[in-house]
């Protein structure tokens, strides 16, 4: 039995449609890829700096009160600031 044009058609598209879908699949995990890739080396950058920072501190070659001060106006979660042995951080205006 051969197939009306009709039908090749049909199967065609749908064809097509599945193809598409997968071209799309593909280009997400792609982008995903991607955006893990450049998670994680902009947090290799942020621990390397650190890393770098406080080598200064124990080397002297940097103050630890620079630190300090860079520390407590940049932190703002609790147990983050505590790390540093800094207090809650004050609320802009109240002295």
Partial sequence: M???IEERIRQTEER??????KRQQIEARKRAAEAKAKRAADTRKK???????LAMV?????KEEYLLEIMD????RADD???????PKKEPGTY
């Fill in 2 to 4: 051969r197939m009306t």
């Fill in 16 to 21: 097509l449609k599945q193809l598409k879908a």
């Fill in 47 to 53: 621990i390397l700096i650190g890393a770098a920072v």
């Fill in 58 to 62: 124990q080397r002297g070659d940097w």
């Fill in 73 to 76: 106006y940049a932190l703002s």
């Fill in 81 to 87: 600031r505590a790390l540093f042995g800094l207090g």
